[in-house]
């Protein structure tokens, strides 16, 4: 079990408001999506979680124990950043063992199994590995810690489109082989849209959205056809995006299909399909309507 709590949080920065008042519960055994523009409060959210900052005000709780300053709390978490905190001057089998020493959950044998999937020199030290393989070594080291929450902020910086693919694949392995809570901050909402359960969504400090995917995805719905047709149909509606490829369109629409809609769509031939949570997101944290 591991469901944190997060009530009533506020950090300040002198006089800049950084988190304003956020409140959610963060369920055990979930995969969480943490979405936000740049500025929008995500990191600073995940370092007071981790005690890494301290709240102004407000309180964090793991199973109801306090986060502050409590290694019991903080050692069901690992974090993987974007900051490199490990010593440059081991080498990356040895970061396995020093890993050990303060998670002792710690799989050295699935570390080392997964370092051959994702093809790491362990014998290279720390500080000689490059972007790419940087963050590999932190995918595998936070998959391996045997934490029942794992965190990780931006990911997949500097890794190629089959390293990013063997990521998420080895995440939700690594979930169902042993079910746990896992949050997600990234940018590359397209490409982790389908394996997310739940939604955070901060938009300049404050809490916008905590919601089921499917339930925020049945927000909207894309409408597809003949672009005068299109035209026709979203004249009434709240648009918040339009594609057009040689003649057709196609239009991402805010609501919900009613009787008068489907009418309208079988008269002009139009299809209906999901929208994409990258769409959607888009347009809850800012972006103007079309029309």
């Known amino acids: 079990m591991a469901c944190i709590k997060i009530s009533n949080l506020t950090k300040e920065y002198g006089k800049h408001r950084v988190l304003d008042n956020v409140s ?8 969480y999506g943490l979405l936000g523009r740049n500025g929008a409060g995500k990191t600073t ?60 959950n710690f799989d050295i044998d699935y570390a080392l199994n997964l370092s051959k999937k994702f093809g790491i020199n362990i014998n290279k ?11 590999i070594c932190k995918i595998i080291i936070t998959l391996a810690s045997g934490a029942e929450i794992l965190i990780f902020d931006e990911p997949v910086l500097g890794l190629d489109a089959n390293h990013r693919d063997m990521f998420y694949k080895e995440l939700v392995a690594n979930y169902i082989d042993e079910p746990k809570t896992i949050i997600l901050s990234t940018h590359i909402i397209e490409e982790v849209s389908e394996i997310l359960e739940k939604v955070i969504i901060i938009k300049d400090g404050k809490l916008l959205g905590d919601k089921e995917v499917e339930s925020l995805l049945g927000e909207a719905y894309l409408v597809s056809g003949a672009s005068d047709n299109i035209e026709e149909y979203i004249k009434d509606k709240k648009c918040i995006n339009i594609e057009t490829i040689a003649g057709f369109k196609a239009a991402t629409i805010i609501g919900e299909i009613n009787e008068e809609d489907k009418k309208q769509i079988k008269e002009l031939v139009l299809e209906v399909s999901k929208v994409e949570l990258q769409k959607l997101f888009i347009h809850l944290t800012g972006e103007e309507e079309v029309k």
């Not at 959610?24 to 995969?31: A, D, Q």
């Not at 720390?126 to 790419?132: I, Q, R, V």
């Open 24 to 31: 959610l519960t963060i369920e055990e055994n979930k995969i």
């Open 45 to 104: 959210l995940l370092n007071l979680i981790t005690n890494r900052i301290f709240q102004t005000e407000g309180n964090i709780t793991i199973d109801d124990e306090e986060v502050i300053e409590n290694s019991n709390a903080l050692e069901k978490i690992y974090f993987m950043t974007e900051q490199d905190l490990y010593p440059e001057g081991m080498k990356v089998k040895e970061l396995f063992k020093w890993t050990k020493e303060f998670y002792r």
């Open 125 to 135: 030290k720390y500080k000689e590995l490059s972007t790419g393989y940087s963050s």
